[in-house]
């Protein structure tokens, strides 16, 4: 008998090779444009003076926090408890959990973390703070508490004053827990269609937030930190004049939803990030069908679309099936495209990234690095 027992597929990339190489589907990440989108969100915060501590949601990926890190990120956010491990492991020194949670297990996890590094979370109930302070104050750490103010999304946080001040007190019994300031994120009207719009909701966001700032210090309490805003209000958050700090993830990427918006006047991330797939039939007239479907893209924000320029324009993504991707073939057009490399772009790159488990990163079409989404997966 043959020992079939560490038989696996053969690796799906390799650096050197030509990009067009790369078995597909596969998660494929052009650097320049990367690159560009990570130091230019860095210049943004450094030259407003504002922290920038970029969401490492959008990329579960250690190699990708620590070239942030490089640009002088002073840390990254995370929204689960787990999902910190692996950068904890590759040696971030500061991370945010820029949620909610509760439960001894992740309690306990918060309170392990908080071991290795300058660990701060989220708050919007005083049920979570005696969780957290008892655990935290017993095991001998300090963990720094954000609570959460909702400042109109209407999802986690606090709303009032007298709600506020129960967490902030509640914080101080103790000590354990260090009050750090707050978090004022606001994720609705980062998505919004135009510049204009996105700019006046991020300033009725920043006034929402400062009032609580303001409530604070008139009863002496300082905030170190005011945290929040994305990749779709950074730019005006970073002057405000209220958020000390911002957490952008998709910038990076920059996917199909936030592509598809009006940016006149401001700054557009570029795509970097593709979904590298194979027309794999085209039995039927005016279809091609391709290996990526709903195992190989997040859909909640729309269907993927062609990298721009690519086939003329004729191939349009209609439909996803599990392990299909239906593209219709535009009217007249009589090739066969079976074989054919398409690339595509993800309506949403955070839950798309959660379905790989590498990223291949390419420059002029050669294969330069192989980055594994270390965190993928790691959601409690
Ligand atoms: N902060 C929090 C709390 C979030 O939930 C998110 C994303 O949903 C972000 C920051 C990053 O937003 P984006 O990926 O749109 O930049
Ligand atoms: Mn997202």
Known sequence: MKDVSALKPPPFARIGDSISLVSTPALVLDLDAFDANTQRMAELARRHGVALRPHAKAHKSTAIALRQLELGAVGVCCQKMSEAYPFVAKGVLSIHISNEFVGADKVAMAVELANYVRLSVCVDHPAQVDALGRAATQAGVVITVLPEVDIGQGRC?????????????RIALYAGLRFGGLQAYHGGIQHLSTWE?????AANAAHATAQYVQFLAARGIQCEVITGGGTGTAEFDVSSGVYTEIQPGSYVFMDGDYGSKDWLGGWKPAHSLYIASTVMST???GLAVCDVGLKGVAVDSGLPVLRPGDHGGHLQYKAANDEHGILQIAAGDTQDYLGSRVYLIPGHCDPTANLYQQYVGYRRDVVECIWEIDARGLSQ
């Open 197 to 201: 719009q996105r700019k006046e909701a």
């Open 283 to 285: 039995a039927k007239p």
């Open 157 to 169: 946080g606090v709303k009032g004053n007298d709600a506020l001040a129960a967490l902030v007190d």
